[in-house]
T-cell receptor, first 111, second 114 residues
Framework: KQEVTQIPAALSVPEGENLVLNCSFT??????LQWFRQDPGKGLTSLLL?????REQTSGRLNASLDKSSGRSTLYIAASQPGDSATYLC??????????FGAGTRLTVKP | KAGVTQTPRYLIKTRGQQVTLSCSPI?????VSWYQQTPGQGLQFLFE???????NKGNFPGRFSGRQFSNSRSEMNVSTLELGDSALYLC?????????????FGPGTRLTVL
């Protein structure tokens, strides 16, 4: 059964710092991996979708990589801003039915 | 283009009751998925509907059911509510397939079971 782990669980950085969030999964048989952000009490906002055949995706200050063989993905945030403060979740879509989410990394960017 | 909408936003029920939640996807999206989010279990996939048919189902008891209408709107029903059903229920829509397409989430329905 697919397990998704995100490290660290919480991260606090000063504004302007570059940072990396990590996601690992146990089964490499996946359709894709997605990164989301969730603001308190709100729904999820999709940030990046990486198909299984891709190695990375970029959107603005965000870059996500995927290494299926090692079961890892990273989300790189450049020049962090206070508005980036949120919980970041990764989710994998395995070949069976059950889409699996990590527990998330709670990011705080201090002005 | 309007986003995914969910109604109601907040709901309080008592044990044993049943509840129906509604989700309207983005116009043109045919896949609707439901998720449950709790502090203890995190985000868990409930089921996905496409063209009025349940396409995939997560590991939840039969008390959780859903349906999709011809206009792609979807409802989720939970019967015989238990305290553990208290959660944020999220709906997401995608063009065709939640596994291949970007999912767009609604704001959620916060269900409290007393």
């Amino acid at each position: 059964k697919q397990e998704v782990t995100q490290i660290p669980a919480a991260l606090s950085v000063p504004e302007g710092e570059n940072l990396v969030l990590n996601c690992s999964f146990t089964d490499s048989a996946i359709y894709n991996l997605q990164w989301f952000r969730q603001d308190p009490g709100k729904g999820l906002t999709s940030l990046l979708l990486i198909q299984s055949s891709q190695r990375e995706q970029t959107s603005g200050r965000l870059n996500a990589s995927l290494d299926k063989s090692s079961g890892r993905s990273t989300l790189y945030i450049a020049a962090s801003q206070p508005g980036d403060s949120a919980t970041y979740l990764c989710a994998v879509s395995p070949f069976d039915n059950d889409m699996r989410f990590g527990a998330g990394t709670r990011l705080t960017v201090k002005p | 283009k309007a986003g995914v909408t969910q109604t109601p936003r907040y709901l309080i029920k008592t044990r044993g009751q049943q509840v129906t939640l509604s989700c309207s996807p983005i116009s043109g999206h045919r896949s609707v998925s439901w998720y449950q989010q709790t502090p203890g279990q995190g985000l868990q996939f409930l089921f996905e509907y496409f063209s009025e048919t349940q396409r995939n189902k997560g590991n939840f008891p039969g008390r959780f059911s859903g349906r999709q209408f011809s206009n792609s709107r979807s409802e989720m029903n939970v019967s015989t509510l238990e305290l553990g059903d208290s959660a944020l229920y999220l709906c997401a829509s995608s063009l065709v397939d939640r596994r291949g397409d970007t999912q767009y989430f609604g704001p959620g329905t916060r269900l409290t079971v007393l």
